[in-house]
């Protein structure tokens, strides 16, 4: 099957040009009008523009074991209405993928279910090196050197040097100080009020473990991921990167703080919480001036019903992906930042990151993984209308402008102005290492 997709503003890495691209099965095979290429298939997209697929490098989709929650199939739909082509999983299921058997059970799975493509952390404990060390086909190693939901959970030093020093997988960490986010538990044993989310898991509990994590990277020369830092203070880390650190932030810590907790509630409880207004703005800086490249959504689903228990029963999470190329589509309206910029967070640098082959850009060669977007198409985010299984959104209520209107996978097309097409699968992601990261690819 081939397809010209004609007259788009296209948003090549040199920047976007008005021109058609021609996919041919699963790839990009021309950047170019090329009228004596013929195709079965023509796509008028004047008045759009064409970007590489959204690669979200941070959610978490509940399967196998937590499926009352999320699964992969509503996930993935949701994710292929929200213009993301690769999803990278985190371990935090039920069993937890922390065995080279269990990466490969939830590939298997991920092949029969998921509507994009797929790829899988596995998770460290305190003692399966050696599974960190023979796992493969899997972007890197993600640690909880602070716990979160679930029961992973790495922070003896001992532990963490080790897995610094003798793998050789990127690593990624969720960063919050686990003995000062219990010191503060301790000190608000007695509250229900969920604004203490935040000064549980303050400031200081996040900067004190992403420094901890950072200084492990730089003393071990590995590569090291900041998974959704949350503080405009982790940001100053950021500068002396040494080439070995990245960093990620996500739409809840760019646009919610303290002061939505009276309207939200535990809608936005989160790990890391959310911060303050001048939180907010201290990472979009941080953002537009390159000192953090990726921004992912952290989706982390719960009923509900789960969410509307007091605090502290509520859990910590929030469903993105389908709403956050959306969020991004909005600010380039409202002149925040530029379509290049938005490709670049959450296209491009993933892919360098963790070193996808043929993903996150429109090259010829690379993967058919495609999204249409119309910057002047408004639409408001309403429960009734999310894909994702717990059927809710902290969004619900906003109008946007800048959708997502179509979105290809490896060449098929999977969401049409509103309409999914399930019948076909998503590929499993490849990687490979060997090219270094981000900065090796500058
Ligand atoms: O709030 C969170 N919930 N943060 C995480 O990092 C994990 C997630 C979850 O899995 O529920």
Not at 163 to 179: G, K, N, Q, R, V
Not at 241 to 248: C, D, F, R, V, W
Not at 310 to 338: K, W
């Amino acid at each position: 099957m081939k397809t010209r997709i004609k007259n788009a503003t296209v948003v090549l890495p040199t920047g976007s040009i008005r021109t058609s691209v021609i996919i041919d099965g699963t790839k990009i095979v021309e950047i170019d009008d090329a009228p004596q290429v013929t195709v079965d298939e023509t796509v008028d997209a004047t008045g759009l523009h064409l970007i590489p697929g959204v690669i979200d490098d941070q959610v978490h989709f509940r399967e196998p074991g937590l499926t009352h929650k999320e699964d992969f199939e509503h996930a993935t739909r949701a994710c292929a209405k929200g213009g993301i082509t690769s999803f990278l999983e985190m371990p935090n299921t039920n069993p937890n993928t922390i065995t080279v058997e269990r990466l490969h059970e939830k590939l298997d799975l991920a092949a029969t279910k998921c509507l994009v493509n797929y790829g899988f952390y596995i998770g460290a404990t305190p003692d399966n090196i050696e599974q960190l060390k023979a796992a493969r086909r899997t972007p890197g190693i993600k640690i909880f050197i602070g716990s979160s939901t679930g029961n992973l959970l790495v922070d003896q030093q001992d532990a963490l040097e080790r897995i610094f020093s003798e793998t050789t997988l990127p690593i990624t960490a969720h960063c919050e100080d686990e003995s000062t986010v219990r010191r503060n538990q301790e000190r608000f044993s007695a509250s229900t009020d969920v604004a203490d989310h935040s000064r549980i898991r303050d400031h200081q509990a996040a900067l004190i473990a992403t420094s901890r994590a950072i200084d492990l990277a730089k003393r071990h020369d590995h590569r090291f991921h900041v998974l959704h830092c949350s503080t405009g203070a982790e940001t100053e880390l950021f500068y002396d990167h040494q080439q070995l650190i990245t960093a990620e932030a996500c739409p809840h810590h760019l646009f919610f703080n303290t002061d939505d907790y009276t309207r939200l509630g535990s809608l936005i409880q989160m790990n890391p919480s959310i911060k303050n207004k001048e939180d907010n703005e201290q990472l979009w800086t941080a953002l537009l001036d390159g000192r953090i490249q990726v921004i992912a959504t952290d989706h982390a689903p719960h009923t509900l019903v789960e969410k509307q228990k007091p605090f502290p029963q509520s859990p910590s999470g929030l469903p993105a992906v389908e709403n956050s190329l959306a969020l991004m589509l909005n600010e380039v309206n409202s002149g925040r930042c530029t379509l290049e910029q938005v490709v670049g967070w959450m296209c491009d640098a993933p892919a360098r990151v963790w070193d996808l082959v043929d993903k996150g850009r429109i090259e010829i060669g690379y993967d058919a993984d495609l999204v249409l977007v119309d910057l002047n198409y408004r639409q408001e985010i309403r429960n009734v209308d999310q894909e994702t299984k717990c059927q809710w959104s902290p969004w619900d209520g906003v109008t946007l402008s800048g959708w997502p209107r179509r979105t290809w996978v490896m060449g098929h097309e999977v969401f049409r102005n509103g309409q999914l097409d399930l019948s076909k699968r998503g590929a499993e992601v490849k990687f490979d290492h060997a090219r270094g990261g981000y900065w090796a690819t500058a």
